[in-house]
């Protein structure tokens, strides 16, 4: 499947036209010996010149780190990094909101401060990267929506491991059980991104988005906040059958963001395929990082509506 990132569709990547120097390919035959009507001068050039190219074939062949193209490797130590950042960002976010203390049990009120900025300015900051990686990509804007969305995502865990505790590491758990499945699927070729799977999960993304924006809206002007209001999730905690909506919908939501991961994977191939620049590999850090964090953030609310009744 090709890759959806705009920085593929430049004609660098797509132009599969190349020059053959190899010896006997086209250009050899005019590195022959001289012929009887050249001269000395222009014998001894065209020697030096086959010499040269000799000993270019004869030597190890560049491989692409040493081109400035886009692998596997390097792109994982990309994201590894990344992720490095995201944690730092956690770890100051989890802090704050606990007003300086790290275990929640020891915490007497929780601030909403952390959460808000953090959300906020990484959101602003993935929109720029975002929109403006077609024309260059800016790891320092990365680096920089890590941190801050490490910010968030250490001050929602800690809010709701302030309330339930323990499910940090449930969520963290279940997390890296749903990326470790979906890369192991991927490797060994059992799962691949397919035209009609990726428009059916479009079609899904955008009805969810719509879902989450009317609930934070409903929840915005009051709608869940009576006596009896059905929880604290909003829609999501409506009863379907004795069953939390949010659990239902938290289900297919876990699906969609593993099959995100598929179309991570998929980009981050294509683009090494293509011979993209290897400075893309920022971007497929950045990518496998959103739908991370917001498998997380989903796994988070799951397990929250779960022990809602504790």
């Not at 050249?38 to 040269?52: E, H, K, L, R």
């Not at 100051?92 to 049990?105: E, H, I, M, Q």
């Not at 499910?167 to 799962?191: H, R």
């Not at 428009?199 to 989450?212: D, H, N, R, S, W």
């Amino acid at each position: 499947m090709a890759s959806a990132n705009p920085a593929f569709n430049n004609p660098a990547f797509q132009d599969p036209k190349a020059v053959k120097t190899y010896p006997g390919g086209p250009q050899a035959a005019q590195f022959g010996a001289p012929t009887q009507y050249a001269s000395t001068a222009q014998a001894g050039v065209d020697a030096a010149t086959q010499a040269q190219l000799e000993g270019a074939f004869a030597a190890p062949p560049a491989n692409a780190i040493d081109t400035g193209r886009m692998t596997v490797e390097d792109t994982v130590l990309k994201t590894l990094a990344l992720f490095v950042v995201l944690l730092v960002g956690a770890a100051v976010g989890w802090v704050w909101t606990l007003g300086g203390a790290v275990d929640p049990a020891a915490a007497t009120s929780v601030s909403f401060v952390p959460w808000t900025i953090g959300a906020l300015v990484g959101f602003v900051l993935a929109m720029v990267v975002a929109f403006t990686s077609r024309k260059k990509v800016r790891p320092a804007l990365i680096f920089g929506y890590a941190l801050f969305e490490g910010v968030f995502v250490g001050a929602i865990s800690a809010y709701f491991e302030f309330i339930w505790p323990g499910i940090v590491v449930q969520a963290t758990v279940a997390t890296l059980a749903v990326v470790g499945v979906t890369l192991a699927l991927f490797a060994s070729g059992k799962v691949r991104a397919s035209k009609r799977a990726t428009k059916v999960f479009m079609i899904a993304m955008i009805g969810y988005l719509v879902f989450a924006l009317i609930n934070v809206v409903m929840m915005m002007f009051g709608a869940f906040s009576g006596p009896d209001s059905a929880g604290p999730f909003g829609i999501y905690s409506v009863q379907v059958f004795g069953i939390p909506l949010g659990l239902i919908i938290g289900v297919l939501v876990v699906i969609m963001a593993a099959y995100s991961l598929v179309l991570d994977f998929d980009q981050i191939q294509q683009g090494v395929r293509n011979g993209a620049p290897r400075q893309f590999g920022w971007l497929g850090g950045f990518g496998i990082m959103v739908t991370v964090v917001w498998l997380y953030i989903e796994i988070l609310r799951i397990l929250a509506i779960l022990r809602g009744s504790n």
